[in-house]
C-alpha cells in the first residue's frame, strides 16, 4: 500500500536521470528499501546480489558499520566548514594527503568537487588557466574518446561521446573534438594489440593536427577502461602510447578514473598499472563508495605551480560550496581505511575470479565477448559470433535482460546494445561471485528461448 502510493509520488513529481520520462511514467519505479554488504533487498522482499555497486559506486560494499560511524561522527563534530575564506577542517585535509600518497608521481594536490562531473568540469578550468599562466591562450581545443563518458554536466557531457548526452542539448560545444575508441573487438584495425594501439596513436596525431596542431590543443581525456561505453578494455600498452604522444606534443594527459579508482580494477588507481602519471587524475564514486556525494581532482605538481605562480595574490576563481566538504571526506577517510585494511586484496581475489567465472560464458551462443578487469567487466552479446551481430534492437535487449537478472536476483548494467555490465562490490565473498555467474548463465539461457532472439541466432 505504502510502496504504491510511492510509485504515484515518484511518478508525479521525482525527475529520474537518463531516463525516458514518458517511459518511467509507464514503467513506475521500482524500489530499494535496504542493503547490506554486496546485497540489496527491494520493496517486494526480494534480496539481490548487487553485480553493478549501485552505479559502480559502492565499491566497500552497503552498511559497513566503521563508514557510518565516521559519518555520524562528523555530523555531530562539524557538519559543515567551508574551505573559503582561508578555513579548513580537519578530514578533508588527512583525506587529501593520503590520496596525494596513493596517486603515483607528482599527483600531489587535491581539489575537491560533489562528483565525477563537476570534477571533469574542473579540469577544464585548470587546463584553460593553466596554458594561459603559460602564455598559450591558444590551446583551448579538448580531446576524447568515441564511447567516452566523462560526465553529464554541459561541458562534460560534450567530452562525453554517447549520442544520447549530446541529441537535443546541443553538444558538443565547437572546442571538443572526439577520435575513435580501442573497442578492441570491434576495431576496424582488427584485434592485435599493437594494432589497436598504433591506430589509436595514429588517430590521435591526426585530429591534432586536424585541429590546428600541438599549439592548439589543451589536453585529451581517457579512462583506463572505458566505462560506461560497454566495459571496453585497452590493449596493455595502450595507455602508455597515448600518455607518451601527449608529452611529446605537449598536451595535458587526463586520467578520467571516476569508476576504476579505489580498486575497481585492482590497486587504487588504475592508471598505476598502466605505468603512467597524467597531468590530472579524476575521481569520484568509490571515493566515498556511494555512501555521501564527492568527487575529486588529483593535479600534478608540474601544473599546480604554474597556476598558482601565475595568480599569485590573485585569487583563483574556482570554487562550491560544497568543495571539501567534512562529512564526505570522513567518509572517504573511513572507506580508505577500509580499502587499505584488506579490501583492496579481497576485490582482487574476487576479481580474479570474476574474471575466470565469466570467462566460462564465452562457449555460451549468445557470448561474443567477455572482457575486463579485477572487479570491472563486461559480457558482449550477439546472435552471431563470426559476424558479430549485436541482439535485434526489436528485443530490447537492454530492459528484458535486467529485467530478467533481476527476476534471478541480480543486478546488473544492461546496456541498449546487449552488453552486460558488471562492478560488484569488492567486499563479495567467493559464493557470491559465483552466483553472479550463475545467474548471469541462467539469464542467459531464458533469453535463448525468447522466439525473436532465436529468430535472429545464426
Ligand atoms: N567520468 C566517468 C568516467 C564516469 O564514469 C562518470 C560517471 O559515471 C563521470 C565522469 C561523472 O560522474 P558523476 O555521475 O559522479 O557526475
Given at each position: 500500500?505504502?510502496?504504491?502510493?510511492?510509485?504515484?509520488?515518484?511518478?508525479?513529481?521525482?525527475?529520474?536521470?537518463?531516463?525516458?520520462?514518458?517511459?518511467?511514467?509507464?514503467?513506475?519505479?521500482?524500489?530499494?528499501?535496504?542493503?547490506?554488504?554486496?546485497?540489496v533487498t527491494d520493496a517486494a522482499g526480494q534480496t539481490l546480489i548487487d553485480g553493478?555497486?549501485?552505479?559502480?559506486?559502492?565499491?566497500?560494499?552497503?552498511?559497513?558499520?566503521?563508514?557510518?560511524?565516521?559519518?555520524?561522527?562528523?555530523?555531530?563534530?562539524?557538519?559543515?566548514?567551508?574551505?573559503?575564506?582561508?578555513?579548513?577542517?580537519?578530514?578533508?585535509?588527512?583525506?587529501?594527503?593520503?590520496?596525494?600518497?596513493?596517486?603515483?608521481?607528482?599527483?600531489?594536490?587535491?581539489?575537491?568537487?560533489?562528483?565525477?562531473?563537476?570534477?571533469?568540469?574542473?579540469?577544464?578550468?585548470?587546463?584553460?588557466?593553466?596554458?594561459?599562466?603559460?602564455?598559450?591562450?591558444?590551446?583551448?581545443?579538448?580531446?576524447?574518446?568515441?564511447?567516452?563518458?566523462?560526465?553529464?554536466?554541459?561541458?562534460?557531457?560534450?567530452?562525453?561521446?554517447?549520442?544520447?548526452?549530446?541529441?537535443?542539448?546541443?553538444?558538443?560545444?565547437?572546442?571538443?573534438?572526439?577520435?575513435?575508441?580501442?573497442?578492441?573487438?570491434?576495431?576496424?584495425?582488427?584485434?592485435?594489440?599493437?594494432?589497436?594501439?598504433?591506430?589509436?596513436?595514429?588517430?590521435?596525431?591526426?585530429?591534432?593536427?586536424?585541429?590546428?596542431?600541438?599549439?592548439?590543443?589543451?589536453?585529451?581525456?581517457?579512462?583506463?577502461?572505458?566505462?560506461?561505453?560497454?566495459?571496453?578494455?585497452?590493449?596493455?600498452?595502450?595507455?602508455?602510447?597515448?600518455?607518451?604522444?601527449?608529452?611529446?606534443?605537449?598536451?595535458?594527459?587526463?586520467?578520467?578514473?571516476?569508476?576504476?579508482?579505489?580498486?575497481?580494477?585492482?590497486?587504487?588507481?588504475?592508471?598505476?598499472?598502466?605505468?603512467?602519471?597524467?597531468?590530472?587524475?579524476?575521481?569520484?564514486?568509490?571515493?566515498?563508495?556511494?555512501?555521501?556525494?564527492?568527487?575529486?581532482?588529483?593535479?600534478?605538481?608540474?601544473?599546480?605551480?604554474?597556476?598558482?605562480?601565475?595568480?599569485?595574490?590573485?585569487?583563483?576563481?574556482?570554487?562550491?560550496?560544497?568543495?571539501?566538504?567534512?562529512?564526505?571526506?570522513?567518509?572517504?577517510?573511513?572507506?580508505?581505511?577500509?580499502?587499505?585494511?584488506?579490501?583492496?586484496?579481497?576485490?582482487?581475489?574476487?576479481?580474479?575470479?570474476?574474471?575466470?567465472?565469466?570467462?566460462?560464458?564465452?562457449?555460451?551462443?549468445?557470448?561474443?565477448?567477455?572482457?575486463?578487469?579485477?572487479?570491472?567487466?563486461?559480457?558482449?552479446?550477439?546472435?552471431?559470433?563470426?559476424?558479430?551481430?549485436?541482439?535485434?534492437?526489436?528485443?530490447?535487449?537492454?530492459?528484458?535482460?535486467?529485467?530478467?537478472?533481476?527476476?534471478?536476483?541480480?543486478?546488473?548494467?544492461?546496456?541498449?546494445?546487449?552488453?552486460?555490465?558488471?562492478?560488484?562490490?569488492?567486499?563479495?565473498?567467493?559464493?557470491?561471485?559465483?552466483?553472479?555467474?550463475?545467474?548471469?548463465?541462467?539469464?542467459?539461457?531464458?533469453?535463448?528461448?525468447?522466439?525473436?532472439?532465436?529468430?535472429?541466432?545464426?
Amino acid at each position: 500500500m505504502l510502496a504504491n502510493s510511492l510509485i504515484e509520488l515518484d511518478r508525479a513529481h521525482l525527475v529520474h536521470p537518463v531516463a525516458s520520462w514518458r517511459g518511467h511514467e509507464k514503467a513506475g519505479v521500482r524500489m530499494l528499501t535496504s542493503a547490506k554488504g554486496a546485497t540489496v533487498t527491494d520493496a517486494a522482499g526480494q534480496t539481490l546480489i548487487d553485480g553493478f555497486a549501485g552505479l559502480w559506486c559502492v565499491n566497500a560494499g552497503y552498511g559497513q558499520d566503521s563508514v557510518i560511524e565516521a559519518a555520524t561522527r562528523q555530523l555531530r563534530d562539524l557538519p559543515y566548514a567551508t574551505g573559503y575564506f582561508g578555513l579548513g577542517s580537519e578530514p578533508p585535509i588527512r583525506l587529501a594527503a593520503r590520496l596525494a600518497d596513493h596517486a603515483p608521481g607528482d599527483l600531489d594536490h587535491v581539489y575537491f568537487t560533489l562528483g565525477g562531473s563537476d570534477a571533469v568540469d574542473s579540469t577544464v578550468r585548470f587546463a584553460r588557466y593553466y596554458w594561459n599562466a603559460r602564455g598559450l591562450p591558444q590551446k583551448d581545443q579538448f580531446l576524447s574518446l568515441e564511447q567516452g563518458y566523462h560526465g553529464s554536466s554541459t561541458v562534460g557531457a560534450g567530452l562525453t561521446a554517447l549520442p544520447v548526452f549530446h541529441a537535443g542539448f546541443g553538444l558538443p560545444m565547437d572546442w571538443q573534438h572526439k577520435i575513435p575508441s580501442h573497442y578492441t573487438y570491434r576495431n576496424p584495425a582488427g584485434s592485435n594489440p599493437a594494432a589497436v594501439t598504433a591506430a589509436s596513436v595514429a588517430q590521435l596525431r591526426a585530429k591534432v593536427a586536424e585541429v590546428g596542431g600541438p599549439d592548439r590543443v589543451a589536453a585529451f581525456y581517457a579512462e583506463p577502461i572505458q566505462g560506461s561505453g560497454g566495459v571496453l578494455v585497452p590493449p596493455a600498452g595502450w595507455m602508455k602510447a597515448m600518455r607518451d604522444v601527449c608529452t611529446e606534443l605537449d598536451i595535458l594527459f587526463i586520467a578520467d578514473e571516476v569508476i576504476t579508482g579505489f580498486g575497481r580494477t585492482g590497486p587504487m588507481f588504475a592508471c598505476t598499472e598502466d605505468g603512467i602519471v597524467p597531468d590530472m587524475l579524476t575521481c569520484a564514486k568509490g571515493l566515498t563508495s556511494g555512501y555521501v556525494p564527492m568527487g575529486a581532482v588529483i593535479l600534478s605538481d608540474r601544473m599546480y605551480q604554474v597556476i598558482a605562480d601565475h595568480a599569485g595574490a590573485a585569487a583563483i576563481g574556482h570554487g562550491f560550496t560544497y568543495s571539501a566538504h567534512p562529512v564526505s571526506a570522513a567518509v572517504g577517510l573511513a572507506v580508505l581505511d577500509l580499502y587499505e585494511g584488506g579490501l583492496l586484496d579481497n576485490g582482487r581475489r574476487m576479481g580474479a575470479r570474476l574474471q575466470a567465472g565469466l570467462a566460462g560464458l564465452a562457449d555460451h551462443p549468445l557470448v561474443g565477448d567477455v572482457r575486463g578487469r579485477g572487479m570491472l567487466a563486461a559480457v558482449e552479446l550477439v546472435t552471431d559470433k563470426a559476424l558479430k551481430t549485436p541482439l535485434p534492437a526489436a528485443a530490447l535487449p537492454a530492459q528484458r535482460i535486467f529485467d530478467r537478472a533481476w527476476n534471478n536476483g541480480l543486478v546488473i548494467r544492461a546496456f541498449g546494445n546487449g552488453v552486460l555490465g558488471y562492478a560488484p562490490p569488492l567486499c563479495c565473498t567467493e559464493a557470491e561471485i559465483d552466483a553472479i555467474v550463475e545467474r548471469t548463465r541462467m539469464t542467459l539461457d531464458q533469453t535463448l528461448e525468447d522466439a525473436d532472439v532465436r529468430a535472429a541466432l545464426r
